[in-house]
C-alpha cells in the first residue's frame, strides 16, 4: 500500500517518483503510552526501533518527565547501556511507577537518547519529521473501568507488525498485550490487511505463495497463548473484499485459519484496483466457526482513495448477507461515520436480521496518540482518535478468558460497544425464563431490567433509553429512565407493555460531565 495509513509511519520507502521529505538515514523510532491507566498499575512506556538492521542504533538512555495535574513534577531513567540494536525490529517496555496518591490527568513526555553512527541524538516522542514531539496527554485512573463481572472489553479492531509496508507499521503482538492489559482491556483481535499478510517478509511489494507471514500468524500465537495469563488475542485479518458495486470494501474474518487473498485496494501495482473476490463468494465459503464482520461500514472512502484505490462503501445490500455476522459500526469515535453505521444497522434488525453491532478503533500500534503519513511523503498527521483500545466492545463470558469462549460469545451477539461506562439489560417473561443481551427468547418479555455503572472518569449517568424493535415495522422509543441526582450506579425494573412480536428490545446510555461517554447494547430478540 502507499497511500492513506492510519498506523506508525515508515518513512524509508516510497516511489522513486516521489519526493520524500521525511526520509531519515535512521531507523523510525517511536515512544507510545496507552491513553489511560488503570488505578495501581505502572505506565508502561513502549520503546519500538524499526529497520535497525538498515540503520544500526546505539540505545543509550529513555527520560520519562511526568506531571500529574495538582501534583509536582516527577521523572524516571532508564540506563539502556549503549545497546546496539540491528534488527528490523526490537521493543522494549518500560514500567513507569506512578507516586501514590497521584491520579487524574497526566502529561507524559519520554525521550531517548541514541547514537547513529558518530551522532548523539535526544528523541522526544518518535524521530520524525514534521510531527509535534508534544507530551502525551494519559488518564491515571482513579478508578477501574466500571463493568460488571463477566463482561470483559476488548478492542475487535487492531493491527501488528505483520501490516508492515512502504507506508505503516503496527505494533509486536506481546507489548501491545502489556499497553492493552494496563489500561484494562482483557482482548484484542489481531486483524492485519490480507494486502500484507501474504507479502514476502522482506519486500512488501512482492506477495510469498507459501504465505509465510500468516503462518507467522498463527504459530507465534499459538506459541504465546499459554503466556498470556487471562488474556487472550484472538487472530484473523482485514480482508479486501468486493461489494455489490465492484468496489473495494474490508471485511474482518476472525478465527479463520484459512487464508483469503485480497489486494484490490493495495497499491501494490498501478491501475489494478479490481477487487481480487467478491463478497458473497467470500461468505459462502468461509468456515462456520469463524466470526465475520463488515469493518466501519459507516465511511465513505476520501475522493483520492475512491478513484485510485477503487474503494467503495458498504450497502444495505451488501450488508443484508445472512452469513454476516456482524457491524464494525464503531471505528474509535462516535462521529457521522458511526451515525450511518447506527442507521443501517437499525434498518437490518428492522428486516429481522440479527447482525451484532461491535466496537474497534483500527488501530495500527497508537496507544496514545495517532500518527500516520499525511500527504505521501511530505507530511505527517496527529489527534486523539483511533487509539488503541479508546472505544470497547465487552463481551459477556462467565469464567476464565478464553479465545474460543470469546468468539463464541460474539457470534452469539453477547456484547455492549461503549466509549466507557456500562450498561446491561435483562428480559423476564411470565415464566422462570430470562434473556441477556444478543439471546433469543422463547416467549415476550414482561420485565426489563437495567444495570448501568459509570465513574468521574467518564461521567455521571445521565439518561438510558429503551427501544421496542418489531419486524418489519421498525424501532420506537420506548422507555426512557433519567436520574433525579447525579449518580455513578443504576439499577431499575421496567414493566413492560404487551409486545407485538417478533421483535427486540436494547438500551442506550448517555453519561454527562467530562463530555458525554456513550455505551449500547445489542438487542434480546423475542417471538
Known amino acids: 500500500m502507499i497511500a492513506f495509513p492510519i498506523a506508525y509511519a515508515e518513512t524509508h520507502f516510497g516511489p522513486k517518483v516521489i519526493p520524500n521529505i521525511l526520509r531519515k538515514a535512521e531507523p523510525e523510532i517511536v515512544l507510545d503510552v496507552p491513553h489511560r491507566v488503570e488505578p495501581g498499575h505502572p505506565l508502561p512506556v513502549l520503546l519500538l526501533v524499526k529497520d535497525a538492521d538498515r540503520y544500526p542504533v546505539r540505545l543509550l538512555e529513555v527520560r520519562v518527565r511526568a506531571r500529574v495535574t495538582g501534583h509536582p513534577p516527577f521523572q524516571r531513567l532508564y540506563d539502556l547501556g549503549g545497546e546496539r540494536v540491528d534488527s528490523r525490529w526490537y521493543w522494549k517496555v518500560l514500567p513507569v511507577e506512578i507516586p501514590e496518591g497521584q491520579t487524574g490527568q497526566a502529561s507524559i513526555l519520554p525521550e531517548v537518547r541514541a547514537r547513529v553512527g558518530q551522532t548523539e541524538r535526544t528523541y522526544a516522542v518518535d524521530n520524525y519529521r514534521k510531527t509535534s514531539h508534544e507530551p502525551f496527554e494519559v488518564q491515571i485512573a482513579r478508578d477501574p473501568l466500571p463493568y460488571s463481572p463477566n463482561w470483559h472489553a476488548g478492542d475487535i479492531h487492531t493491527h501488528s507488525h505483520l501490516t508492515s509496508d512502504q507506508v505503516e507499521f503496527g505494533v509486536p503482538w506481546e507489548p501491545a498485550v502489556e499497553l492493552a492489559r494496563a489500561q484494562g482491556l482483557r482482548w484484542f483481535a489481531v486483524t492485519d490487511h490480507s494486502y500484507d499478510l501474504d507479502d514476502d517478509p522482506h519486500d512488501p511489494l512482492s ?22 495469563h487471562d488474556f487472550a488475542i484472538l487472530p484473523g485479518e482485514e480482508l479486501s473484499v468486493g461489494n455489490a458495486r465492484r468496489r ?61 484505490l477503487r474503494r467503495g462503501k458498504w450497502t444495505l445490500r451488501d450488508l443484508s448477507h445472512p452469513r454476516l455476522d456482524g457491524l464494525q459500526g464503531l471505528n474509535g469515535a462516535f462521529d457521522a461515520s458511526f451515525d450511518r453505521a447506527l442507521a443501517l444497522w437499525r434498518e437490518l434488525l428492522r428486516h429481522g436480521l440479527h447482525p451484532a453491532l461491535l466496537a474497534g478503533n483500527d488501530a495500527h500500534g497508537n496507544f496514545g496518540r495517532f500518527r500516520q503519513i499525511g500527504l505521501p511523503f ?84 445521565r439518561e438510558i433509553r429503551i427501544w421496542v424493535g418489531t419486524v418489519p415495522d421498525g424501532e420506537t422509543l420506548g422507555h426512557t429512565v433519567r436520574t433525579n441526582r447525579p449518580s455513578y450506579s443504576l439499577e431499575a425494573e421496567i414493566q413492560l407493555p404487551p409486545l407485538r412480536g417478533p421483535g427486540y428490545l436494547r438500551a442506550t446510555l ?14 434480546i430478540w423475542f417471538p
Not at 397 to 419: E, F, M, N, S, V
Open 378 to 461: 511530505l507530511s505527517m498527521r496527529e489527534h486523539g482518535q483511533q487509539l488503541f483500545g479508546k472505544v470497547k466492545t465487552l463481551v459477556y463470558l462467565p469464567g476464565p478468558i478464553a479465545g474460543d469462549g470469546l468468539l463464541q460469545r460474539l457470534k452469539q451477539r453477547q456484547a455492549i460497544i461503549t466509549d466507557g461506562p456500562f450498561l446491561e439489560i435483562r428480559a423476564k417473561g411470565s415464566g422462570t425464563e430470562e434473556g441477556l443481551v444478543g439471546e433469543e427468547m422463547a416467549e415476550r418479555p414482561k420485565v426489563l431490567y437495567l444495570h448501568a455503572r459509570s465513574s468521574p472518569e467518564f461521567g455521571y449517568l
Open 207 to 228: 506477495n510469498h505463495a507459501g504465505l509465510p507471514k500468516w503462518r507467522q500468524l498463527w504459530e507465534e500465537l499459538d506459541r504465546l497463548r499459554p503466556r498470556l
Open 248 to 308: 473495494n470494501v474490508h471485511l474482518l474474518i476472525l478465527g479463520s485459519r484459512r487464508f483469503f487473498p485480497g489486494h484490490g485496494d493495495s497499491a501494490e501495482r498501478w491501475f489494478h484496483t479490481r477487487p481480487s473476490c467478491l463478497l458473497p463468494e467470500i461468505l459462502e465459503q468461509v468456515e462456520p466457526e469463524a466470526l465475520v464482520a463488515a469493518a466501519h461500514p459507516g465511511a465513505s472512502a476520501p475522493i483520492l482513495e475512491w478513484l485510485l
Open 510 to 523: 448517555f453519561t454527562r460531565e467530562r463530555g458525554d461517554h456513550f455505551a449500547l447494547t445489542n438487542p
